[in-house]
């Protein structure tokens, strides 16, 4: 599976964006998916996963109430819905794959395929 993360770019802060992820492939319906961002000098962190069928989402504490992730398996494609953003939410957010089943969908170490990354800017 081949990733392409897209809709990074810069938005005022309470702002929203949505970013997308296609994947290559005719199994992304059998993939568990998941977003990630890093900000500058920080570590990676989880932000939202959902399972094969869409019947199971997963979000960080912190977004759970800004951020939707969602999924369309006609059109190979993963989305992140962020709302409400701040500037503690600039970051470059990456997409994530794995068929196999999830060890702990927060984990970075539960995905096998990324994508490159897109980059989200929140001004103050």
């Known amino acids: 599976v081949q990733l392409q993360a897209s809709g990074g770019g810069l938005v005022q802060a309470g702002g929203s964006l949505r970013l997308s992820c296609v994947a290559s492939?005719?199994?992304?319906?059998?993939?568990?998916m998941g977003w990630f961002r890093q900000a500058p000098g920080k570590e990676r962190e989880f932000v939202a996963a959902?399972?094969?069928?869409?019947?199971?989402?997963y979000y960080e504490d912190s977004m759970k109430d800004r951020f939707t992730i969602s999924r369309d398996n006609v059109k190979n494609t993963v989305y992140l819905q962020m709302d409400s953003l701040k500037p503690e939410d600039t970051a470059v957010y990456y997409c994530?794959?794995?068929?196999?089943?999830?060890?702990?969908?927060?984990?970075?170490?539960?995905?096998?395929?990324w994508g490159q990354g897109t980059l989200v800017t929140v001004s103050s």
């Open positions: 492939g005719r199994t992304f319906s059998a993939h568990h």
């Open positions: 959902i399972s094969w069928s869409g019947g199971n989402t």
């Open positions: 994530a794959a794995e068929s196999l089943p999830w060890g702990s969908p927060r984990s970075s170490s539960a995905y096998s395929y």
